[in-house]
């Protein structure tokens, strides 16, 4: 079961264990007694006490904690022995206004010194008590902090090698890549130029594959016909250009030179 307390973050205790010890460099801050309560987060309530609680297991808590667990429980909640009973003692350091305008070696006048001496013995004794513990509980944070910060640190450097082995297999894979889509283009290409070459040869067999059956039927081959009109068709456009008006010129009638010539036969 755990004690009753709000629970806070690690920052939260990483704040809270500074300023413990920025509390603790304080001389009058150190001398005062704090709620020993602990916390869901592991922590302690740590808050100085005017009015308290103490406990026959020397252990002390400030009037809220004590209210909240002692009305429901009667084990302590920092040794959370449930068949151990403990005994409750209410400390009030909070002094009346007799007390405060007293001096210090005034408020035990009267009294015999072994009670003097007896209650300044357990007085000491329980504030010894009570510092040894806070130390106890600041070195202990002070150790959670320390290993969690290597824990942090290792676990860091542990996912940056991890990273960069994750970096170095995905280049690796990248250079795979780009290696093969350049092999595949250079296949692409070569197949390209295959397939070029094949077609150009299917046309030159279907061609010599017509001409072989035109020959066997007696008629001229296209592949001859073709090459007759290419021998009939204009070295150039400017030939092809002139070629009109001859043909014009002979359709006009004979030239000079022909009409001279029939006249010279027909004389004869």
């Known amino acids: 079961r755990l004690p009753l307390g709000g629970g806070r973050s690690p920052c939260a205790r990483g704040r809270s264990a500074l300023g413990a010890v920025q509390n603790m460099a304080s001389p009058g801050s150190f001398a005062r007694l704090r709620c020993n309560f602990p916390l869901r987060d592991g922590g302690t309530c740590d808050k100085v006490v005017v009015e308290a609680w103490a406990t026959s297991c020397s252990h002390i808590f400030c009037v809220e904690h004590a209210r909240d667990w002692f009305n429901e429980r009667d084990s302590c909640p920092v040794c959370l022995d449930k068949e151990a009973k403990v005994k409750l003692l209410r400390v009030g350091l909070k002094k009346d206004a007799a007390q405060q305008t ?141 070629m009109p008006m001859s043909a014009g010129r002979r359709s006009s009638g004979p030239s000079p030179g022909a009409r001279s010539f029939r006249g010279a036969g027909s004389g004869d």
Not at 161 to 179: N, V
């Open 102 to 242: 007293a001096a210090p070696e005034q408020q035990l006048l009267g009294a015999i010194p072994q009670e003097v001496c007896a209650a300044a013995s357990a007085a000491i004794d329980f504030w010894m008590q009570q510092k040894l513990a806070e130390f106890s509980r600041g070195h202990t944070r002070e150790r959670e902090l320390r290993d969690g910060m290597t824990r942090f640190i290792s676990n860091g450097r542990k996912q940056l090698c991890e990273a960069k082995a994750k970096l170095a297999i995905l280049t690796q894979g990248r250079d795979e890549l780009a290696s093969q889509l350049r092999r595949a283009e250079q296949e692409l290409a070569a197949g390209q130029e295959e397939a070029r070459r094949i077609d150009e040869r299917r046309v030159r067999v279907r061609r010599a594959y017509e001409d072989l059956l035109a020959k066997s039927a007696g008629v001229t081959p296209r592949s001859s016909l073709h090459a007759a009109a290419a021998a009939r068709r204009p070295a150039s456009p400017l030939l092809a250009s002139r």
